[in-house]
């Protein structure tokens, strides 16, 4: 037997073991043996099955400038392509869940949840991660769902043997009630689906069934309430139409008709439209019915049946029973494609030609601003309004979540290098273009003040890592740092919030691809990427961003935020020149402000301090503090600096007992200031630098001395493994800073 025979074996026997194990198919007997295990789980309706799937993969605390918001895992996707999930949008994960709960405690779906925000804003992904998790949790044990069939055995088999004898066994035939749910495909005659997925538990008559199911709980010691849809629901028309003629045919033996149900476990999938459907903008109607005798065998079903019409529903709702609907551009339709939905929504029935469609579904719909406030001045706009959640969503504002998307969905598919930041600064200039100038009377004085000279990126940084402009007093950075929630929400209640308009996801992804193409460079550059941007911003009329008048402070300039990200991308390369070349350590400048804090906490309390050279005690050398006080712009005051630096050192201590005290957490400006110093004296090192790595990654050939050639080599490979360099890419970026830094030097 060869090696692929033995690996088919394998396989089927792994699948068989799996089918067994997921109990595919059980009698109607079984399924209650089931239920009791664990009734709360095996009843659930579409909106507290949806919930418990965002329980399930839990949830992180991510803490933001503005504050802690809460992210719910399934929309990472740990079970599903990367690249496909959701990044940012933790506000609106939280309305949504918000949302699923009032819906579970309330018994049902009596609201339409519609996502609304500019295009390209994760509408259409968010719906895509809910009914990605809705495939993988149905196929857990705890998220098991469950259909029935009927089944009608073949006329020839003889009852009596049915369940019991039968010669193959249990497997074969049925379990001790009688059951036709295990008969083999030769054995029936006709077997019966219900569209809508009806729950097993359906079949029992109301009264009978609330009873069953109060009995159910009670036993389970659950506090919460059956779903309505489950307590007062009943069959759809055509099970109903079938269970009232076996009921007929069998005088009434309720056990009897049981025995032609056949439960099926069932799994949510959007390739097959079993539970997750996506409907987009078109006109036709969503759910309709067709006569099952039309294109089925009238003589395969029994005689109780032949004389009754049966109307089998179909469509888009009937698809997406039990899980979720998602109606994309919703209000692209006309009003009279959707005007149904005001009372599907209001008493979960859908009216059909011979019959009324009652709905377990949760339904998500999305529309684009411009849709929605047209929407909102037709005259039917109020009677939707009860009907509706409506749940903003808007562009990122935090340019790193922003860089999230491209390198989850562009960096896979370059062929080329990517090089350092060019993704960033893209992120960082659709970003740019998304903010809004602070509205001053929104704040108090000293706050209003302090928003009014906050420029855009000085904006951006604020949302994204909490990063206090340097030019602010210590007073002031504080005072900014405590009013960041009220700055990142003061347009909440605008219709022209921040984050409505901006640089599309999808425009960026293009320039991105675009920029990969460039025939001047060997990689996807930060350079190719601001010519990109250039050449977008030349297509003014074509897009609504920019047409924006630019504001005083910069806001709204998508072109010239581009020399703001020709700045950041030279301070970067600089940077990071330096840091690969070593020509200075990299911790000179941090012990050089560890040490002056040193001297100014003794001269402070007038202590003497250890000399380590010398061995002898000495005052506070003057010289080295006047020195660091120069070079951080300490101000005229050097006394009250240095009694007003020593007492946010200790503060900080306090704070965390024990741990290292991080003096760039604390003086982020001032280091940066002593660190810019420290190269500024070694700049002609870093020019020359830079021009020997240009000449040797361009004319390798080219004519270097020994050490120069060596120290080039080093760095390279320095920029190479900490910052992800290329030689090319590298080179690019000394290029870049010669033009436009170092000319003067060389």
């Known amino acids: ?153 073949t006329r020839g088999t003889e009852r009596g043997t049915i369940g019991f004898a039968g010669g193959k066994g249990r497997e074969t035939v049925a379990d001790a009630s009688g059951s036709y749910a295990y008969l083999e495909d030769e054995q029936v005659d006709a077997r019966l689906g219900c569209e809508l997925r009806d729950h097993p538990l359906l079949l029992i008559p109301r009264r009978e069934r609330r009873e069953f199911l109060e009995t159910a709980y009670r036993a389970a010691g659950t506090s919460s309430a059956p779903p309505k849809w489950l307590w007062d629901g009943g069959l759809c028309a055509k099970c109903r139409q079938v269970f009232e003629a076996l009921l007929v045919a069998n005088q009434g033996d309720f056990l009897k008709v049981l025995r032609h149900v056949q439960v099926e476990r069932y799994f949510v999938s959007r390739r097959y439209r079993t539970g997750a459907v996506t409907l987009g903008p078109q006109l036709s109607v969503d759910a309709e019915e067709r006569q099952v005798t039309m294109d089925r065998t009238i003589t395969a079903l029994p005689s109780t049946l032949q004389t009754v019409t049966l109307f089998e529903p179909h469509g888009e709702l009937v698809d997406a029973s039990g899980g979720l609907i998602e109606f994309s551009d919703l209000l692209k339709r006309p009003l009279d494609a959707f005007k149904y939905l005001l009372l599907t929504i209001e008493s979960g029935d859908v009216q059909l030609a011979h019959s009324i469609l009652h709905l377990n579904t949760v339904m998500i719909a999305s529309s684009n601003e411009i849709h929605l406030a047209a929407f909102k001045e037709h005259p039917e706009f109020n009677s939707f309004r009860g009907r509706i959640e409506l749940v903003r969503t808007p562009y990122l504002l935090d340019y790193r979540d922003e860089q999230q998307i491209y390198d989850l969905q562009i960096r896979p598919q370059v062929s080329r290098h990517v090089a350092p930041h060019a993704i960033l600064l893209a992120s960082l200039w659709a970003v740019l ?65 921040e984050g409505r308009l901006g640089a599309s996801p999808r425009e960026i992804r293009t320039l991105l691809l675009d920029s990969s193409q460039h025939a001047d460079f060997d990689c996807l550059s930060p350079l190719a990427v601001f010519g990109e941007i250039d050449e977008l911003c030349k297509l003014s009329g074509e897009y609504e961003f920019l047409k924006q008048e630019t504001l005083p402070g910069g806001y709204h300039d998508a072109r010239g935020f581009v020399a703001l990200l020709r700045e950041r991308y ?49 005052d506070p050398d003057e010289e080295l503090m006047r020195r660091i006080e120069r070079t951080i712009d300490a101000g005229p005051s050097a006394d009250d600096f240095r009694k007003n ?102």
Not at 440 to 456: C, D, F, N
Not at 475 to 492: D, F, N, T
Not at 612 to 618: A, D, I, L, N, P
């Open 570 to 618: 030279l301070d970067l390369s600089e940077e990071e020149l330096r840091s690969a070349s070593g020509i200075v350590a990299e911790t000179q400048y941090m012990d050089l402000f560890e040490l002056y804090i040193s001297h100014v906490s003794h001269w402070v309390k007038r202590e003497k301090l250890l000399n380590r050279v010398t061995g002898t005690y000495e």
């Open 645 to 746: 630096i020593i007492p946010v050192v200790a503060a900080w201590a306090i704070e965390r007992p024990g741990q290292k005290i991080d003096f760039a957490a604390i003086f982020p400006a001032y280091i940066q200031k002593v660190k810019e110093h420290t190269f500024r004296e070694r700049r002609e090192q870093v020019a020359r630098l830079a021009r020997d790595i240009v000449t040797h990654v361009s004319t390798p050939e080219a004519s270097l001395e020994t050490q120069a050639r060596e120290h080039v080599v080093r760095t390279l490979a320095q920029m190479r493994e900490r910052f992800g360099y290329c030689d090319r890419c590298a080179r690019d970026a000394a290029g870049a800073l010669l033009s436009s830094r170092y000319r003067d030097l060389l």
């Open 433 to 497: 273009t998304r903010m809004r100038k602070p509205v001053v009377e929104r704040h108090g004085k000293v706050l209003g003040a302090l928003v009014a000279e906050l420029g855009p990126l000085e904006k951006a940084e604020l949302y994204s890592s909490g990063k206090i402009p340097p030019r602010l007093s210590h007073e002031h950075a504080k005072e900014l740092r405590v009013g960041i929630a009220a700055i990142y929400r003061e347009s909440e209640a605008y219709p022209n919030y």
């Open 1 to 153: 037997m060869s090696e692929l025979v033995k690996d088919l074996s394998r396989i089927a026997d792994g699948v068989r073991t799996r089918y067994s194990e997921s109990r595919r198919v059980l009698s109607f007997g079984e399924y209650v043996e089931l239920f009791d295990k664990a009734p709360q789980a095996l009843s659930r309706d579409a909106s507290r099955y949806l919930r418990d799937i965002f329980d399930h993969y839990g949830q992180d605390k991510r803490r933001r400038p503005w504050g802690t918001e809460t992210r719910f895992l399934l929309f990472d996707l740990p079970f599903a392509e990367p690249h496909e999930r959701l990044v940012g949008h933790e506000a609106v994960q939280m309305e949504v869940y918000r949302a699923l709960s009032n819906f579970a405690r309330e018994g049902r779906v009596n609201r339409l949840l519609l996502l609304h925000g500019p295009n390209g804003s994760a509408k259409s992904t968010f719906a895509a991660c809910l009914a990605l998790a809705l495939e993988h949790y149905s196929s857990l044990p705890e998220g098991a769902l469950y259909r029935f069939n009927w089944v009608f055995p």
